[in-house]
Antibody
């Protein structure tokens, strides 16, 4: 059973960079496409971006200028960096695995990690 | 940008009811649309992809239909474990967006 686990600081100061890592079990990071999705408490879902197995990335335009995703194949992990954070970036962040069927869908999700932006 | 509007935003229903949730896109997206179920404190779970394909392991009481701008998720006979929030998501173009969610509660 594929498992994903997010990790990283739960508290980030405004204007700093949010950094999260997703550790993948029972699936090779090299073989799939991976994404990040976030959800402010009590609100809806926001798709952040994805990284393909060739390392290419696609980011949603509203966040594109602040987002960087990367893969560490030696650790079977992928990561998210979001720069210049504000309180609006406070959310639960999920990492997901995506599969392709004429489009990319998230079939496995981590449990989510809450990141709070506050001084 | 493509905007997805779900209706209703909230509904209450009883075990055994047939329930339909609608997702309308602000422009024609074809069929790259998914439906997710989310229970409190849990990550979302994919139910339907490509508008009408049942994800492996998901109960056959869930079904999806639609193409273009109007899509539906139907639960044929509500079970206690189905009370949750449901989201549609389009994958047509960037930005990829979700509907605002439909919260389904027990009557």
């Amino acid at each position: 059973q594929v498992q994903l686990q997010e990790s990283g600081p739960g508290l980030v100061k405004p204007s700093e960079t949010l950094s999260l890592t997703c550790t993948v079990s029972d699936a090779s990071i090299r073989s799939f496409t991976w994404s990040w999705i976030r959800q402010p408490a009590g609100k809806g879902l926001e798709w952040i971006g994805r990284i393909y197995r060739n390392g290419k990335t696609d980011y949603n335009p509203p966040l594109k200028s602040r987002v960087t995703m990367s893969v560490d194949t030696s650790k079977n992990q992928f990561s998210l960096k979001l720069s210049s954070v504000t309180a609006a970036d406070t959310a639960i962040y999920y990492c997901t695995r995506e599969f392709y069927s004429a489009a990319w869908y998230s079939d496995y999700w981590g449990q989510g990690t809450l990141v709070t932006v506050s001084s | 940008d493509i905007h997805l509007t779900q209706s209703p935003s909230f509904m209450s229903a009883s075990v055994g009811d047939r329930v339909t949730i609608t997702c309308r896109a602000s422009q024609d997206i074809g069929n790259p649309l998914g439906w997710y179920q989310q229970k409190p404190g849990k990550a979302p779970n994919l139910l339907i992809y490509a508008a009408s394909t049942l994800q492996s392991g998901v109960s056959s009481r869930f079904s999806g239909s639609g193409f273009g701008t109007e899509f539906t998720l139907t639960i044929s006979s509500l079970q206690p474990e189905d009370f949750a929030t449901y989201y549609c998501q389009h994958l047509h173009s960037y930005p990829i967006t979700f509907g605002q969610g439909t919260r389904l509660e027990i009557k």
